[in-house]
């Protein structure tokens, strides 16, 4: 029998209905709507290149752009193959400026996803740049889309803005010429990683971002932002919506990276800039505070971080060495994406905070796990549904999507995430944590990432493989520290193996299908 518990809203500030209200609007007239308040001559955005954009240019350039879109592509979806940068941003709003949405491409996920991505989506054309491909020596994946749909360079687009659409573009925003789109249209196609088979299309509405937007302007101090700094992709919806989209129409300088995985370029991009709020991931952040120089990141007041759980440890350096904060927050792609979030005044370790305003919860107890629930929610932020093959979109069951991810909540409303429901393994007829496994060996080493895998050993069943980057790793320590603190043995890994690197995601995030595979092949190479 499963036991379901519900959680309501919160009251302590906007109801649902307030947040959707305030959210009955677009992402292209929410930007608008921060040109004409902050000025047409404020700096937008910056980004890798250190090109810049005031609020005028940007709203120009989307508009020049959007004519050529409209003439060019036919269908309703459109693929953008593009880095965080002002072509990136410039290109999203430009899409929905055409009356289309953007398909948002994840560049790092390979060429079968990507694929199956635009299958999906039936996307009329991938836009993309010249140099970006140079760059990112992606031709193989824009040859490989080509199959699936036209690839169409921004350098050819900007040939063909004639007379007529830069007279348009320099009329578009004091004439009101921008179309007026319906709030509860999509605004964008987002691809969760596939680790189940093929992407699924995350459907988000203009309502669904900009009540995302209204959640996290409720809680989080964001009149002390000044420069924002994201190196974050924009095909993940962390990068997306937090990322790009609010701090343009909250009239907040945005600065954009094209990689994180340019740690030294990051570092000295945030002290150019000076940058005072960074959007990052916990493994990113832990590579820019030891690529940083003293004082080189003292600039930031806090960074926020999700996709991954924040390690004590890193919280500790940062503390030390630039005391800034570092705010611990949880959200998935379906809920547009953030759903709770530790403030600055008050951070409490361990968890992510409290529910955003508008949010109710549902808990159901898991058979065979002793502690957390399976957490369902449901509000102004969960996506439209799911984009089916024939167009069509499923929406969430009685308005509630299924994170799968196992939750505790306090007596306050904190929220402790135990993992999601696939990362437990049945050892000794118990279900065990992966993330707990993941979480004492950061305790035992500190400095060195880690991932844990179940692998399925004949005549055995389900074992725990965990994944190093420790050098020169002792298990006996592993095992110490589970006596020490009176855990219980299950906890223990079947093997532990040290390894160059642990796969990473582009979006930041442990890659655990490649970790997975690269456990169960290390397994078989020894046994062999």
Not at 122 to 138: H, M, P, S, Y
């Amino acid at each position: 029998m499963t036991d379901t518990i519900h959680i309501p809203a919160r009251t302590d500030g906007p109801s649902a209905d307030d947040i959707a209200n305030a959210a009955n609007s677009s992402v292209l007239a929410a930007l608008l709507k921060a040109r004409k308040e902050h000025g047409g001559n404020v700096v937008a955005l910056e980004d890798g290149d250190k090109r810049k954009l005031t609020y005028t240019e940007l709203v120009r350039a989307i508009a020049a752009l959007s004519r050529v879109i409209k003439r060019e592509v036919p269908s309703d979806n459109v693929g953008v193959l593009l880095p965080s940068s002002v072509a990136g941003v410039v290109t999203f709003f430009a899409v929905l400026a055409a009356g289309k949405v953007p398909a948002m491409l994840n560049f790092t996920a390979g060429e079968k996803a990507n694929t199956a991505a635009c299958e999906l989506a039936k996307v009329g054309a991938v836009l993309t740049a010249d140099r970006f491909l140079e760059i990112g020596k992606l031709h193989p994946l824009a040859d490989a889309l080509s199959k699936v749909a036209p690839i169409i360079k921004l350098e050819d687009m900007r040939t063909r803005v004639g007379k007529m659409d830069k007279a348009f573009a320099a009329a578009a925003a004091p004439l009101g010429l921008f179309p007026k789109l319906d709030p509860d249209s999509p605004a964008a196609i987002v691809f969760t990683s596939g680790s189940e088979g093929n992407p699924k299309g995350v459907v988000l509405t203009h309502r669904n971002m900009l009540a995302n937007i209204a959640q996290v302007e409720a809680v989080i101090p964001l009149e002390r932002v000044r420069v924002m700094l994201n190196p974050l992709p924009m095909f993940h919806s962390y990068g997306l919506v937090p990322g790009t989209v609010l701090p343009l129409v909250l009239g907040r300088k945005l600065v954009l990276h094209p990689s994180p995985l340019r740690i030294r370029e990051v570092v000295d991009r945030i002290a150019e800039t000076q940058a005072n709020i960074l959007i990052a991931t916990d493994t990113f952040l832990r590579q820019y505070v030891r690529a940083a120089g003293d004082g080189m990141l003292s600039c930031l007041e806090f960074a926020v971080c999700g996709a991954e759980r924040v390690r004590p440890e890193t919280r500790e350096t940062v503390t030390r060495r630039f005391g800034f904060k570092v705010l611990e927050g949880y959200g998935v792609t379906e809920t547009s994406p953030v759903l709770a979030v530790n403030l600055p005044d008050d951070i409490r370790d361990g968890t992510v905070g409290r529910m955003f305003h508008g949010v109710e919860a549902r808990l159901d107890s898991v058979e065979g796990l002793a502690e957390g629930h399976r957490l369902s929610v449901r509000g102004p932020n969960v996506m439209a549904g799911y984009l089916q093959p024939d167009g069509s979109i499923t929406e969430p069951q009685d308005g509630y999507h299924d994170t799968g991810d196992v939750v505790s909540i306090d007596e306050e409303g904190f929220i402790t995430i135990l993992g999601r429901l696939k990362r437990f393994a049945k050892i000794g007829g118990e279900m065990t944590s992966l993330v707990t496994v993941e979480n004492i060996a950061g305790q035992v080493w500190p400095d060195a990432l880690h991932a844990a895998s179940v692998v399925n050993l004949p005549g055995r069943g389900e074992a725990i493989v965990l994944l190093t980057e420790q050098e020169g790793v002792d298990a006996s320590q592993f095992l110490d520290k589970l006596k020490t603190d009176g855990i219980p043995q299950r906890y223990m890994p079947f093997r532990i193996i040290g390894v160059a690197a642990v796969p990473v995601l582009g979006s930041g995030k442990t890659d655990f299908v490649a970790a997975q595979q690269m456990a169960q092949t290390l397994l078989q190479q020894d046994a062999a």
